[in-house]
């Protein structure tokens, strides 16, 4: 069974760290229980930071490292250093937009995507956020969140374009392999001008050398990414990969090693019988011609 959170790290450096503190706890051979008795601290708020749901302090990590017998200097400092750069993680350019965000748990999937190194994106029905043109992410906001008022609309159109300045632009971009249904190219999402924009769009993202875009196209049937979309996000180490699934009212991240590997293999499988990037961007200018008509 898949391993399902609903309640997102909000930063790559938090899930490190909670996964640091959980191993070094294991191996001290310690349960919770007898660590919150021997520091006093409230059992259930130490849970909570093995999970990556809540932060902590320099001062409850050092008695942490204590507890479990860690006195070596660099150790020491490498579990500090998380917990530092958790803090400097808290206060993101997408504070400011957090009352239209919180909702769909977008704001935790877009601290994941900031720490990001790397993404694979398979979508069957939509162009990927970070590949939007302006009008068509406003278009597709106010279809798909119908209860959000003009203003709240807007703000999540500003909060796409500074996603995609920060993680594809820049000294050191993040790598974006997406890859596309044909039904994401020839569903009209706003007029026919829009998708003439948006298609123009995909063609020249796909030249940059950290992005490549590929087409399923309908000739090829049936294939193994009819489940639904899926982002797998990638970490620099000692971070592993994550699975993003993304649902109307509860999205959540799948880490577990059989997940990530079968999604991984899901995506390797898409990447192999799509068209390749050239091909690709030649049936987006043949479908661009067609909506010229």
Known sequence: MALKRTVVPQSVYRRQLAARLRELREEACLTLA???????????????????????????????????????????????DLVRADKEQQKPWWRKYSTVLTATRYD????????????????PMLVPGLLQTEDYARA?????????????????????????????????????????????????????????????????????????????????GAHPGLYGPFVILSFPPPATPLVWLENPKNSVYLESDADVENYTDTFNQLRACALGPSETRARMAQIAKELER
């Open 34 to 80: 007898e660590v919150a008795d021997r520091i006093e601290v409230n059992q259930g708020s130490l849970s909570r930071i093995e999970t990556g749901e809540r932060g902590t302090t320099p001062v409850l990590v050092r008695a942490l490292l204590d507890c479990y017998g860690i006195h070596d200097g660099p150790q020491r400092d490498d579990v500090l």
């Open 108 to 123: 935790g999937y877009i601290a994941l995507e900031a720490g990001a190194t790397a993404l694979a994106s398979y979508q």
């Open 140 to 220: 597709v906001i106010a279809r798909m969140r119908m209860e959000l008022t003009p203003a709240q609309v807007e703000s999540l159109v500003k909060v796409r374009l500074e996603r995609q300045k920060s993680r594809l632009d820049g000294e050191q971009p993040a790598k974006l392999w997406a890859i596309l249904d044909e039904a994401v190219l020839r569903r009209s999402v706003g007029s026919l001008a829009v998708m003439r924009d948006q298609l123009a769009r995909l063609a020249e993202v796909g030249e940059q050398p950290n992005i490549n875009v590929q087409l399923l196209p309908f000739t090829l």
